[in-house]
């Protein structure tokens, strides 16, 4: 009897074949991309480890999306509806690989100075202290610091398959760091946590 082509059901040969025509993405073939924050300083050295955080971003996450959400009872009694408010994201959170000299641990350090600047060392609320001029404690402009971070993934034949751009974002946490000295053969990593706004296809 013919197959109705229409007609839904499980079907071993259909499966087989839609997963050898479309395969299957694999998490490791990406690339993230971080611009040069307009508000830091233009220093070679933060500018040349900025082209290769690309290579140095051990691993990322796609954050969650979501919605917030009210309920409500839609004849004013009854059952209840939940209804969406506002969409809501979880961080985007980042591996780097640290290099011998430590530029990409102070590349974060310094983005997150020319957004808000903690640096007190010349012990004055007057004298800048940060790469980008800012003074301690001074809060900068947000399109001083926020970028639009691209994450690129690939097929397993290095064609880029689809481009998310997360816009306006930012570190808000350089994470932990645990040194000790019975990690001989370990590789310093270091986690940062981006917030931005919302993200978008990029066509």
Not at 61 to 88: C, D, L, W
Not at 102 to 129: C, L, M, Y
């Amino acid at each position: 009897m013919p197959v109705n082509p229409d007609q839904r059901g499980f079907n071993i040969a259909s499966f087989k074949a839609y997963m050898s025509s479309a395969g299957l993405m694999r998490n490791h073939d990406y690339l993230a991309v971080f611009p040069y924050p307009s508000g830091m300083l233009r220093n070679p050295v933060l500018i040349q480890t900025e082209r290769n955080l690309e290579f140095a971003c051990a691993s990322i996450n796609f954050p969650s999306t979501g919605m917030h959400t009210y309920q409500v009872q839609r004849y004013s009694y009854g059952a209840v509806e939940t209804k969406p408010t506002i969409p809501k994201f979880n961080t985007l959170q980042c591996d780097f690989y640290c290099d011998e000299n430590a530029n990409v641990q102070r590349f974060f350090h310094e983005w997150v100075k020319t957004a808000v600047n903690f640096d007190f060392g010349n012990g004055s609320i007057v004298s800048p202290t940060a790469a980008s001029g800012a003074t301690p404690y001074e809060i900068s402009y947000k399109p001083d610091y926020a970028v639009d971070v691209h994450l690129q993934m690939y097929d397993p034949y290095g064609n880029m398959v689809r481009e998310i751009s997360f816009r306006e974002a930012y570190p808000i946490g350089v994470d932990d760091i645990m040194m000790s000295w019975g990690r001989q053969n370990e590789v310093m990593r270091i986690p940062v946590n981006f917030t931005f706004m919302d993200f978008t296809e990029v066509t």
